[in-house]
Every structure is written in C-alpha cells, then in structure tokens.
C-alpha cells in the first residue's frame, strides 16, 4: 500500500543498516544521543534562564524569556519522545516509535528553513556577524540529524512490515479458513 503523499515516509530511501550494525542498534544509539543531547541542552538553557533572570530587569523585553522557556518546552518534549522511541526500538514496538520519527521529521524541516532564513539574511548584509565554519557545523548537524530520521523511520517501516506479515500468518493458520469436511 503505496501513499499518495509526496511527505510520506515511502519517499525516504531504504537503508538496511547503519554503518555495520542492524537497525535496532541504531536506532537505541539515536535514542541515547538524543536523550542525552536534551539533557544537556535542558540543562544550558535553565543555567541561561536563572542567568537572564539575576541579571536583568522585569522591565527589560519578554521575547528572550519566552524564546528560552520554548526551547526548553521542546527539548522536554524531544526528551520524553526519545525515552519512549528507546522502550519501543529495545522491545520493537513500531507504534512506540512514530510519534519520535513524526516529531524529528517537523524538528529537521523547521531547521532547515531555519537555516535557509539565517544564511540568507547574512548574505544580505555581506556575512558580518558568521564565520564559515559555523556554516559548516550547522550543515554537519542537519545532515546527522537527517541521517537519524532516516535510520529510525526505516527500523520504524521494516518493523510495521514484519508485524503486518505476522498477523497475516497468524490469520492464515487459524482454523476459521480452513475447510472441515
């Protein structure tokens, strides 16, 4: 079954394997770096939100707070959809799994353009406040995340598959289809 959805996971490519490791390898590696990743950036942006409330006044502008509480807000949610796609990849339970690679899929779409409106918004005033390298460093991140979605979504497709052709079997071996004379 084939969707008509040009956005759907049909149109990523299929990938066997990561490196030299099954899927599921993969894909609880991609759980703990990702959890771990939202730790840490939990824990800079709290560290950043105390720093920004000692230092400045209420009076001064409510866009940095609000900036900081939304990332945390998605790091937290990035977290918790991480913890489950781990239970779901060790115990290979697809259903447990899409919800991190439907989250990750809008994570890298938003950076993307994300990236887009920043590199061109540098090149409109000539490059003055970037360097090459950050170019570059955020580029390497997109294309690894990317790669993670892409790894996970396939263990995701390959697990759904084997599960539709068990419950096929399953009904294929029960007696109701089975002519008795």
């Known amino acids: 079954m084939s969707s008509k ?4 996971m049909e149109s990523i490519p299929r990938q066997q394997n990561f490196v030299c490791l099954s899927l599921r ?3 609880v590696i991609t759980a703990l770096l990702v959890i771990l990743y939202s730790v840490l950036a939990l824990a800079e942006c709290t560290a950043l939100l105390g720093n920004l409330m000692s230092t400045s006044s209420m ?13 945390i807000v998605i790091h937290t949610i990035t977290l918790f959809l991480s913890a489950i796609m781990l239970v779901g990849a060790i115990q290979e ?6 919800p991190w690679v439907t989250w990750m899929s809008i994570q890298v779409m938003v950076l993307v353009l994300v990236f887009l409106f920043s590199s061109t918004m540098d090149m409109l005033h ?20 990317f790669y993670m979605v ?3 979504g396939n263990f995701y497709k390959d697990l759904a598959e084997s599960q539709n ?17």
Do not use: C, H, T
């Open 93 to 98: 339970i697809p259903y447990l799994i899409r």
């Open 165 to 181: 052709n068990r419950k096929g079997l399953i009904q294929i071996n029960s007696n109701e289809y089975w002519y008795e004379a």
């Open 150 to 152: 892409m790894v996970v």
């Open 25 to 27: 390898l993969a894909s």
């Open 5 to 8: 959805f040009p956005f759907s």
């Open 59 to 71: 009076k001064s502008s409510v866009i940095p707070y609000m900036s900081i509480i939304g990332i």
């Open 126 to 145: 000539s490059f003055q406040n970037s360097s090459f390298i950050g170019y570059l460093i955020d580029a390497l991140s997109l294309l690894i995340r």
